[in-house]
């Protein structure tokens, strides 16, 4: 069984952008993704962007090969709240 990220800080906005500014549809994401052995639908996709699925480490991985990105620009801008 994959691990899953638990998202108590919002990474959907940042997974958003990163998919916009690589010109990708969600539709283009999920299609690359599967090619990779991920198996994702829209739904947990959207779900994912959302910040309402918690997302799993592999899915992680695939999307930062797929925008070419580190780890990093996941969790650019989030800070704990005080």
Do not use: H
Not at 34 to 49: A, K, N, T, V
Not at 54 to 63: D, K, M, P, T, Y
């Amino acid at each position: 069984m994959a691990q899953k990220l638990k998202q108590d800080l919002p990474i959907g906005n940042n997974i958003r952008a990163l998919r916009i500014k690589s010109g990708y549809t969600q539709e283009q994401v999920i299609a690359k993704m599967q090619l990779r052995g991920i198996d994702i639908s829209r739904s947990i996709y959207s779900q994912i962007e959302c910040g309402t699925y918690n997302i799993r480490i592999s899915e992680l991985v695939a999307l930062s090969e797929l925008f070419d990105v580190d780890f990093n620009a996941f969790f650019s801008g989030i800070t704990l709240k005080e």
